[in-house]
């Protein structure tokens, strides 16, 4: 009986090394499982990362491509407006040199009217004088105007097309064509301070006045669109980049859950293998007794 009971206990054995050993081969089995399903869900998570990367990459390029497409929109309307001004400007001086054509004209007919009092003689010469000064600011306005087109015709010929250049040829333009609208503006000046008692002039001068101001307006409100549109896209970035970090902590998060979850498995794996270990050596005991 003793021979027979120390056989079933070395059968017994046997039985539960053979046991222990699929244990653990099913727990390496599991333990490869979960292996290969935390690579799969890191697979996915590295494809959903490049995923939400290439997605922000098209969402960048589109947003880049259409602030590109508003600036070169608004540098067009610059351009329009430059030219409606150089056009107002041209028919201002125009208009102006029209009206000193005829002021010149009805001078002479006054001063050949009244040719023999002496004191005209030092009004016509002041009159000459100031005419001459007329006409050389006109031809350096001109000549301003022509090499500003003369730049104008190069960069287009040469094929620039770097934005950078364009705005600072741009910017040269705009310059030229305020130095000549100041001095335009003196020779208003000096012109106004002749033709006080012309209230057309004075009118039109008002008119020009309410005209430059509605430009300083509207140049400021869009100086403050482009302000609003960069602070737009400031938030943007910063809500993308709050969106990947949260991602990220949350599949820290569920990865550190598997973990705990694997870690529950093994160890209630192996409280059970302990426990049939327990009931086997009471069992045992059992025997013996």
């Known amino acids: 009986e003793r ?16 046991e222990s050993e699929r244990e653990r081969e099913r727990e390496r089995a599991r333990e490869r499982e ?17 995923a939400r990367e290439r997605e922000s990459e098209r969402e960048s390029t589109s947003e880049r491509e259409s602030t590109s ?4 929109a608004r540098e067009s309307e610059s351009k329009q407006e430059h030219a409606r001004e150089r056009e107002r400007a ?15 004209e009805r001078e002479c007919a006054r001063e050949r009217a009244r040719e023999r009092e002496p004191w005209r003689v030092h009004e016509r010469e002041s009159a000459g004088r100031e005419s001459a000064r007329e006409h050389v600011s006109k031809r350096a306005i001109e000549r301003e105007r022509a090499r500003a087109s003369e730049r104008t015709r190069e960069r287009e010929s040469t094929g620039e097309s770097a934005r ?12 030229t064509v305020r130095k000549s609208a100041r001095e335009c503006e003196r020779e208003r000046a000096r ?16 008119a020009r006045e309410r005209e430059r101001g ?33 991602v990220r902590v949350r599949e820290r998060e569920r990865e550190r859950a ?24 009471r069992a045992r005991e059992r025997g013996r007794e």
Request: hydrophobic share 20%; glycine share 2%.
């Open 69 to 72: 497409a508003r600036e070169s």
């Open 34 to 50: 979960r292996a290969r399903e935390r690579a799969r869900e890191r697979e996915d998570a590295s494809d959903r990362s490049r």
């Open 164 to 175: 950078g250049r364009e705005r600072a040829a741009h910017e040269r333009d705009r310059e």
């Open 214 to 246: 509605g430009r300083k307006e509207r140049t400021r409100a869009r100086e403050q669109e482009r302000e609003r549109e960069r602070a737009r896209a400031r938030e943007r970035a910063t809500e993308r980049v709050s969106e990947i970090e949260s």
């Open 258 to 281: 598997r973990e705990r979850e694997c870690n529950r498995e093994r160890e209630s794996a192996r409280e059970r293998v302990r426990a049939r270990d327990r009931e086997r050596e």
């Open 90 to 104: 041209r028919a201002c001086a125009s208009k102006r040199a029209r009206a000193r054509e005829s002021a010149r």
């Open 3 to 18: 021979e027979r009971e120390r056989a079933r206990e070395s059968a017994r054995e046997r039985e539960r090394a053979r």
């Open 191 to 206: 012109e106004s301070a002749r033709v006080r008692e012309r209230p057309c002039e004075r009118e039109s001068e008002s």
